[in-house]
């Protein structure tokens, strides 16, 4: 059984930092891209960043230059760095991945349970 499981959320004052880390973990044969998405009450959930297993990122116009998504292949393990936070980002964060379980399964995302990230003076 695959479990995402995301830590390092809190609270951090604006103009802070803070780094996310999701770990993937149980049966896994080969993860694909990975991702970040967040969520705030009565909104839709929406993309932070991506990264692909060969390393292309694809980040959220609201994010570029202030978060920068990476990955240990041999952990599989994902990061989000994120500096210069301001209160709009504010929202529990998911982390999301793409694996397979076995060579003969075709893959499906995967998501963690979430961290709250509260930006606040």
């Known amino acids: 059984q695959v479990q995402l499981v995301e830590s390092g959320g809190g609270l951090v004052q604006p103009g802070g930092s803070l780094r996310l880390s999701c770990v993937a973990s149980?049966?896994?044969?080969?993860?694909?891209?990975m991702g970040w998405y967040r969520q705030v009450p009565g909104k839709q959930r929406e993309l932070v960043a991506t990264?692909?297993?060969?390393?292309?990122?694809n980040y959220a116009d609201s994010v570029k230059g202030r978060f920068t998504i990476s990955r240990d292949n041999p952990k599989n393990t994902t990061y989000l760095q994120m500096n210069r936070l301001k209160p709009e980002d504010t929202a529990v964060y998911y982390c999301k991945s793409f694996l397979s379980e076995s060579s003969n399964s075709d893959g499906m995302d995967y998501w963690g349970k979430g961290t709250l990230v509260t930006v606040s003076s």
């Open positions: 149980g049966s896994i044969f080969s993860i694909n891209a």
């Open positions: 990264i692909t297993a060969g390393g292309s990122t």
